[in-house]
């Protein structure tokens, strides 16, 4: 059967896509995700684009539709958002399958819709109760409950069959960690106290993942056409008592706090699960102790590979690297390497370190190892360009070398006038452009024999001669002394800024005499 599973790259829709496969059925995810296997289909959609499901839809024999805002607190955060994604989301999911004539479209619920329900005695609540509008509560609680309002109305107005699970709580590997139990671990790990909101007298019925994923393959029965089941265990574990198996499986006591109960949070209803059981033959398995155990193995094991993984490419960027005797140079030689370059390799860093993980956990999916790829050259080319961006420095020479090796050879200033939109008065760059003759095997012209400024250009002579000129534009400081021409201020002199020509005759006979010294 060709199956499809919206949101299939999400923690349940990942379990639910391993069972289909596991039952035989042909698989594709419709999730902008890509899926945590290779061995199954991925079509990127967006469930709030209807075209865009009408073509991923064709052909399929049946839909489980899991895309949804799943956190309570992101559906608090943006309500907007959420209604639209979890109540017109659905009806165009549904949309697009009644245009494919798919056979069955199963949606994902939740049991906090009985949080509104009518009790009808002291006995559990059933697929059956009526729900009361007014003690809905929270947001996500309607949102689920129009869910399940536009999938009747379709097979009334349609003739769309359909499916609704109600989920009880999951919890097992591949949870997200804004989630209660991962938030728990990964706190009692660090030696955090546990917060929990309220007395931690509220229950929840969980069920592992592994059996909620195994009630999907179930859903596609014919008995199950139209129909709604509720998919949790019958054991009722509290807050605190889930606090305390937290505290069982890390072999280590945790310390809690208290805080003020989430306004329209789920109680907890006493719900049965019996129809699933009767007509679907399915219950939960898995005890929440052995459940957590899992939980918590797999968390180790997820840190301990995040952590080998981590010191892999610091050891592969070790071996890479050029040993250091190379890179040293002599005081005398070069001055400390400046900020930029600092600040670049750090770039380097943090911009090429996802994308190289990101590649090597892309599997065979070539959108992904693309995204990786670009990452890196990105990474590269922002370094290059940071190490290019140096400040433009400049050594003067107080006096000629002993050995005669380089020597001044002449200079020529550039005067550009600029207009200004927030002043009536025009501006002008300077920019000082001056030049030495020497030999190459000397080393670059300056004192201490540092090098030239970033934009440095150097051109062949006959006779072994070269020339080295560099430009200076005016918005770096300058660092000759008025009255020196070309040989700079001593240490002991402050810099000042290039002096505004008089007039731009007297800037024109400079460049003049500029290129005829150049042109010796």
């Known amino acids: 059967m060709r199956t499809l599973v919206t949101g299939g790259g999400g923690f349940i829709g990942s379990h639910v896509v391993d069972r289909l496969v596991a039952a035989g059925h042909d698989v594709a995810v419709v999730d902008l995700r890509p899926p945590h296997r290779p061995d199954v289909g991925h079509i990127p959609a967006d469930i709030n684009d209807l075209d865009g499901l009408v073509a991923a839809f064709a052909g399929a024999d049946a839909v489980f539709h899991l895309a949804a805002y799943a956190d309570v607190n992101d559906v608090s955060r943006d309500p907007v958002d959420a209604t639209d994604s979890n109540v017109v989301g659905v009806a165009k999911v549904w949309e697009a399958c009644r245009r494919n004539d798919v056979g069955r479209a199963v949606l994902a619920s939740t049991v906090w819709v009985y949080n509104g329900a009518a009790a009808d005695g002291d006995g559990p609540l059933d697929e059956g109760a009526a729900f009361r509008l007014d003690d809905m509560g929270h947001l996500y609680t309607s949102s689920k409950v129009a869910a399940e309002m536009v999938a009747h109305s379709y097979k009334t107005l349609y003739d769309q069959d359909f499916t609704i699970l109600r989920y009880g709580i999951p919890y097992g590997p591949r949870m997200r960690d804004s989630l209660v139990i991962p938030k728990f671990v990964g706190m009692a790990l660090r030696g955090e106290p546990l917060t929990i909101q309220g007395d931690g007298s509220q229950y929840r019925n969980y069920v592992y993942v592994e059996d909620l994923a195994d009630a999907h393959v179930l859903a596609l029965r014919p008995e199950a ?106 005081a005398a030689d070069r001055e400390t390497a400046p900020l930029a370059g600092v600040l670049a390799g750090l770039g380097l860093a943090v911009l090429a370190l996802p994308a190289l993980a990101a590649l090597a956990t892309a599997g065979s999916d070539p959108i992904t190892r693309l995204t990786a790829l670009s990452g890196s050259l990105v990474a590269a080319v922002a370094a290059w360009a940071g190490r290019r961006r140096r400040q433009k420095r400049w050594t003067w020479r ?30 002008r760059r300077t920019t000082k452009t001056t030049c030495w003759r020497g030999s190459p095997a000397s080393g670059p012209p300056g ?13 062949s002579r006959p006779g072994g001669r070269h020339v080295r000129c560099a430009a200076i534009p005016s918005t770096h400081r300058d660092t000759r002394v008025r009255g020196r021409t070309g040989t700079g201020p001593r240490r002991s002199e402050a810099p000042v800024r290039t002096r505004r020509p008089g007039s731009a005759g007297r800037a024109r006979a400079r460049r003049r005499r500029a290129h005829r010294a150049v042109l010796r």
Do not use: C, Q
Not at 227 to 255: C, H, N, Q, Y
Not at 405 to 422: F, K, L, M, V
Not at 447 to 453: E, F, G, H, N, T
């Open 398 to 427: 107080s006096r000629p070398s002993r050995s005669g090796s380089w020597e001044p050879w002449g200079s020529a200033t550039t005067r550009t006038a600029i207009a200004s939109s927030s002043s009536p008065r025009s501006s």
């Open 447 to 459: 004192s201490r024999s540092r090098p030239l400024p970033s934009g440095g250009r150097s051109w």
């Open 225 to 330: 056409a139209n129909e709604t089941f509720t998919l949790e265990s019958r054991e009722k574990i509290s807050i605190r008592s889930m606090v305390e198996s937290i505290g069982e499986a890390l072999g280590r006591p945790v310390d809690v706090t208290y805080t003020p109960a989430r306004t329209g949070d789920y109680g907890g209803r006493e719900i049965s699960a019996a129809k699933a059981e009767r007509v679907l033959g399915w219950r939960a398995a898995v005890p929440f102790a052995e459940g957590l155990s899992r939980y918590v193995d797999w968390h180790l094991a997820r840190e301990t590979a995040a952590a080998s993984a981590a010191a892999s490419v610091v050891a592969a960027a070790a071996v890479a690297a050029p040993p250091a005797a190379a890179l040293a140079v002599t």
